[in-house]
């Protein structure tokens, strides 16, 4: 992104190409169903644009909070979407429209909805390895995209990445880019903090922010997506701190009961303390837990395929090292 769009804040944008319409939101779309989700100071309704009759989300942001003005960290907002357009796995901006207390923004419709809701799930309705292989590629790809585009999430997390469709699995949308920020300006960020339990030791110890930041997120996101459980999660906030700046991670047998050890290996190269040693988006797309199955796109029934498909060309497994001799 240009410097000249950088506003004087941090890492935010301050100029958009989208024309924010005035006219009446209501008039060209119908609110339908319950909301969709909320947040601190957003609201998310599906609605129906009246002229073609497509579902939309609409994600209702109040320009004041706590008694302050936010309405420019909105626009940041909408120019990273903006940025994004061409990224297969954020969620797409179709308008935006402006009241006197809100600003409102048009989103594609991700029907199938938060993957939370599959991570907590039974195990009849929880992802199988192969459901998480695909998706956390997608999560990948996704991210790789922003952070070539110097484009910092800061709050990935299992409900802000959503599905097209839950039955059958469809592809992954990255939404809510509310703490999102720029590093092309190479300054330090180090004023945000996100989810307690997803947020990297650099963020808590007030270290600087980079996109490797996002690849701790992926780690925790990856951990619980396969388990079902929050790895850092701790009984209150200080004890989940605590857990996260000592690394505190359980890759126990019955934790990963019927989960490969490429799995936890590619989990084991995110959840490095140091940032600078942690894989990056593209390093993680080259991993063999991501890159080496049979099926990489959506196929219906990629769930019932067994986990580890032999193949031909690849070996199962590595040559043991050599041991010392004793
Ligand atoms: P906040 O900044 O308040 O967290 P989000 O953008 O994360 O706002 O939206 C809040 C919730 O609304 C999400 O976690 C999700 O459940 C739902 N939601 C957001 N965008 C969409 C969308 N495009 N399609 C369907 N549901 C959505
Ligand atoms: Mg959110």
Not at 75 to 82: D, R
Not at 88 to 113: D, K, M, Q, R, W
């Amino acid at each position: 992104m240009p410097d000249s769009r950088m506003s004087g804040k941090k890492g935010m944008v301050s100029s958009i190409r989208t024309r924010i319409r005035t006219d009446s939101f209501s008039t060209n779309y119908e609110i339908v169903g319950k909301e969709l989700g909320r947040g601190k100071f957003a609201v998310v309704k599906k609605c129906i644009e009246k002229a073609t009759g497509k579902e939309h989300a609409a994600k209702f942001l109040r320009k004041r909070r706590k008694g302050q003005d936010c309405r420019s960290d909105i626009i940041h907002e909408i120019a990273v979407l903006e940025s994004a357009e061409s990224n297969p796995f954020v969620v797409s901006l179709h308008e935006v429209y402006e009241t006197a207390a809100e600003i409102i923004l048009v989103l594609e419709y991700a029907a199938g909805g938060e993957i939370f809701h599959q991570c907590v799930a039974d195990s009849d309705e929880s992802f199988t390895e192969q459901d998480v292989i695909r998706l956390v590629r997608q999560i990948l790809v996704g991210v790789a995209c922003l952070h070539g585009n110097n484009v910092v999430h800061l709050d990935l997390k299992p409900q802000n990445v959503l599905l097209t469709c839950s039955q059958p699995l469809g592809d992954i949308r990255i939404v809510d880019f509310g703490l999102s920020r720029c590093m092309d300006d190479m300054t330090e960020v180090r004023e945000i903090i996100g989810t307690p339990e997803y947020v990297a030791p650099e963020v808590l110890n007030y270290e600087p922010i980079s996109t490797a930041t996002d690849m701790w997120s992926i780690g925790v996101l990856t951990y619980v997506m396969l388990t079902g459980e929050s790895p850092f999660l701790g009984d209150n906030k200080q004890e989940t701190f605590l857990n996260i700046s000592q690394v505190n991670v359980d890759y126990s047998q019955e934790v990963f009961e019927g989960v490969s050890s490429l799995a936890i290996d590619f989990i084991k190269s995110l959840l490095i303390k140091d940032p600078r040693r942690r894989a990056t988006a593209e390093e993680c797309v080259a991993h063999p837990w991501v890159s080496e199955h049979p099926h990489p796109q959506s196929h219906p029934h990629s769930t019932l395929l067994p986990t580890q498909e032999p193949k031909t060309n690849h070996p199962e497994s590595e040559p043991e090292p050599e041991s010392p001799a004793h």
